[in-house]
């Protein structure tokens, strides 16, 4: 009776067929297209699907207790997140809402041995889970889709092809600080093809193994290290420093912390470009579901709250960029190889957990097509004169890149190196004329 008058008020858009325990039908919304339809099994989840929906629905379809009826678990999970996002409203949601607001600076409350423990969660499952859903790289972040239709392994090259660009790694030997290494791919790649030495940090045992083995077959040891190490406790300055998809197990509370490492240990004319998810409609709190059984401890802020504790690091903000549908259509294609590997997954752990994961997938796919979730990359120097005026440089440089891969040739990067350093040199001659002449006036003045 309860849930029923719930759904009502939530399904707005469309038509909404729930078979309960007892074994009755029917039907809420409008009558017209689109259509979904769900069979609950027990009074159970038909109880906790009333009071605590969010978390309650992800455990019920793992347990066995809801299942879609006509169509696909996405079919059903899109018609209820358009219904919430642009429909009705259900009314203890709301209330459970304001108290995970609430209790939101508790929840992340990610000190250095909780922070390993929420990493180990979820990155130290077994190697081949993930060998068999990501790219050949392991890129576990959000792949870049310039065109849209590019396969998941170009994108994810055009992903690290586009952050090397706003590192703007112009010479030889830039020592470089990979904070959340995972499985090292970005480090080998800056490596490879820029000649980086780069230290990869990591939280994650299975994660530092891999990326040790990888930098030994690829003959990357002498430019490449990894480290299992927090990165409050690293202290060596650098010259530029890269974090992808680490920025959201940082933790509310450690926001000012991560950004006062970043400018203590970056060199003068230093870069460091950060990558991570956000929201579009402001702060929020973790879906208690995600937080339970993927990511403790994580969230994804809004760049308000980002860029707030960036002004008062003293860090230049140098380049905001929002990547919008790039992360829908990399969990798209996650999704793709796991449901394809299903049930060799199902065999390496169980059902159940099959379920948590494909729910997962969904989840997030559906939190960036409809929910108002992103990516953002915040590049950063503590000095205002550390990279050229115009932004110019980064397209030079990925273009060149892309030259590279494709012809074999590389006169086009050092090209694109040189204009950037060109174009910076220029820069510093002009500001240091003005400063002399400014001092000469002055002089004339006294």
Known sequence: MFLEAALSRLIKIGTLTVTFPDGSTRSFGTGSEPRAAMKIKTARAKRRLLFNPALAFGEAYMDG??????????????????????????PFEKLMEKIRWLRRNLDQLNFAGRSKRNVAHHYDLDARLYSLMLDEDRQYSCAYFPVGDETLEEAQLKKKRHIASKLMLDRPGLEVLDIGCGWGGMALYLAREFGARVTGLTLSEEQLAAAKVRAKEAGLEHLVTFELLDYRSWTRPVDRIVSVGMFEHVGINHYRTFFDKIRSVLKEDGVALIHAIGRADGPGSTNPWIAKYIFPGGYSPATSEVLSVVEKSGLWATDIEILRLHYAKTLEQWRERFMKNR????KLYDE????????????????????????WQLQL???VSALPLARDYMVDIERARAAVAEQGRAEPIEAASARARRDLTVHDERKSRQQNQSGAESSCNI
């Open 352 to 375: 159940r957990f099959c379920r948590m994961f494909e729910f997962y997938l969904i989840g997030s796919e559906l939190a960036f097509r409809r929910m108002g979730h992103m990516n």
């Open 381 to 383: 120097t503590k000095n």
């Open 65 to 90: 207790d809801l299942v879609p009826v006509s169509g696909d678990l996405f079919q059903l999970m899109d018609f209820l997140v358009l219904n919430m996002m642009d429909g009705g409203s259900h």
């Open 343 to 346: 049930s060799t997954l199902a």
